[in-house]
């Protein structure tokens, strides 16, 4: 079975400010790792995927993320965060199940 | 993004009532999904249909009814839901290429409330 854990439920950041925000997985296969970001009242969008080669992956708005299979980790990162950034986000894996399985996703609150 | 369309975007419901959710995939995909987005729970996946055939059923109740007429569309009907049944109810699409590499795209899903 595949799980995801996302550890912090609330990220509060300063705008300009780095950020990142952790994914851990379990599977005992291999994985297929994305982030989706959602914005209030709207659907999921794709910032970025692992599925091989480089472990470290760009994704669109400035993000990404770094593959680490012995720490089963797949964190996202932003050097810089923006007001526009406040979003939920969730990280979620799929083995082979055809869909994809969630994390319960970090809200973050980018601050003035 | 307008890839994924579903309808309606706000939906409130009696106990008795029967409804549909509509979700309409523009981007030539042939694999469509269903989820469900609860207050403080992961998304959870609800159906999965590929080439217009369900190949996942996730254990969901007999009140929620999937249909798939053409790999375009996709459709949940709805009849005697419970007060827990209120979500975000999430359509996604994908292109089959290799299993667990296709990305999903995600509507803006529809926010359902059963009184």
């Known amino acids: 079975a595949q799980s995801v854990t996302q550890l912090d439920s609330q990220v509060p950041v300063f705008e300009e400010a780095p950020v990142e925000l952790r994914c851990n997985y379990s599977?005992?296969?291999?994985?297929?790792l994305f982030w989706y970001v959602q914005y209030p009242n709207q659907g999921l969008q794709l910032l970025l995927k692992y599925l091989s080669g480089s472990t470290l992956v760009k994704g669109i708005n400035g993000f990404e993320a770094e593959f680490n299979k012995s720490q089963t980790s797949f964190h996202l990162r932003k050097p810089s965060v923006h007001i526009s950034d406040t979003a939920e986000y969730f990280c979620?894996?799929?083995?082979?199940?055809?869909?994809?399985?969630f994390g319960s996703g970090t809200r973050l609150q980018v601050q003035p | 993004e307008t890839g994924v369309t579903q309808t309606p975007r706000h939906l409130v419901m009696g106990m008795t009532n029967k409804k549909s959710l509509k979700c309409e995939q523009h981007?030539?995909?042939?694999?469509m999904y269903w989820y469900k987005q609860s207050a403080k729970k992961p998304l959870e996946l609800m159906f999965v249909?590929?080439?217009?055939?369900?190949?996942e059923n996730n254990s969901v109740p007999s009140r929620f009814s999937p249909e798939c007429p053409n790999s375009s569309h996709l459709f949940l009907h709805l009849h005697t839901l419970q007060p827990e049944d209120s979500a975000l109810y999430l359509c996604?699409?994908?292109?089959?290429?290799?299993?667990?590499?296709?990305?999903?795209?995600f509507g803006p899903g529809t926010r359902l409330l059963v009184l």
């Open positions: 599977s005992s296969v291999s994985v297929y």
């Open positions: 996604a699409s994908s292109q089959v290429v290799r299993a667990s590499q296709e990305t999903q795209y």
């Open positions: 981007l030539g995909h042939n694999a």
């Open positions: 249909y590929n080439f217009k055939e369900q190949t």
């Open positions: 979620a894996v799929n083995t082979g199940r055809r869909a994809l399985t």
